[in-house]
């Protein structure tokens, strides 16, 4: 079985400052990890993915992901938030032994105060 | 051409009513998904198909019918619909199915609302 957390609800950070949103995941096989943005009133956005290879993965609009497969982590980061960047991440997890669905984490609402 | 489209944008419809929603993605993609997604939760996974042929079913009621009538194109067909139905519905393609590497690409929603 797959599964991904997400364990605040809520981030706030102050523009102009670093931002983390965290995700731990558990899977039986090799994990596919992807991370996704939702805006108000529209769909998911794919912001970037790991597969494989280098454990830092960089993204779209200036965001990076970290792998890290001792602490089943896959943190989306980034290293000046913007206004703009409040919105609800999701991150996601395929596992590699049965690659078909995707299981989502409960989501968490980044807000980023002038 | 990386966009999916969705129609309509907003759906009111009374529990006795029939309507359907439709989905649209010219990425040559051959898995096109329906996801419902209530306010501030993850989408829910309702269909899959693959190759215009249904690979999942999460055990959705009836009341919902989807349809692939060709590789684009993506229908959900709704009939005697509950309140609780209420969601933002969610179609999304990627490249293939059953490939644990691939990014899915979604619409921007048809908010539904039964009254």
């Known amino acids: 079985a797959q599964s991904v957390a997400q364990p605040e609800d809520q981030v706030n950070v102050a523009e102009g400052n670093p931002l983390t949103v965290k995700c731990t995941y558990s899977v039986s096989g090799n994990p596919y990890l992807f991370w996704y943005v939702q805006y108000p009133n529209r769909g998911l956005q794919f912001l970037l993915k790991?597969?494989?290879?280098?454990?830092l993965v960089k993204g779209s609009y200036g965001f990076e992901a970290e792998f890290n497969k001792s602490q089943t982590s896959f943190h989306l980061k980034k290293p000046s938030a913007l206004v703009s960047d409040s919105a609800l991440y999701f991150c996601a997890v395929r596992d590699g032994a049965n690659a078909g669905k995707s299981t989502f984490g409960d989501g968490t609402t980044l807000t980023v105060k002038p | 051409d990386t966009e999916v489209t969705q129609t309509p944008k907003h759906l009111v419809m009374g529990m006795t009513n029939k309507k359907s929603l439709k989905c649209e993605q010219h990425m040559g993609h051959r898995a096109m998904y329906w996801y419902k997604q209530k306010a501030k939760k993850p989408p829910e996974l309702m269909f899959v198909y693959s190759y215009e042929k249904l690979s999942i079913n999460e055990s959705v009621p009836s009341r919902f019918s989807p349809e692939c009538p060709n590789s684009s194109l993506l229908n959900l067909h709704l009939h005697a619909l509950q309140p609780e139905d209420s969601a933002l519905y969610l179609c999304?393609?990627?490249?293939?199915w059953g490939q644990g590497g691939l990014e899915q690409y979604f619409g921007p929603g048809t908010r539904l609302t039964v009254t």
């Open positions: 999304a393609s990627s490249q293939e």
């Open positions: 790991y597969i494989t290879g280098d454990n």
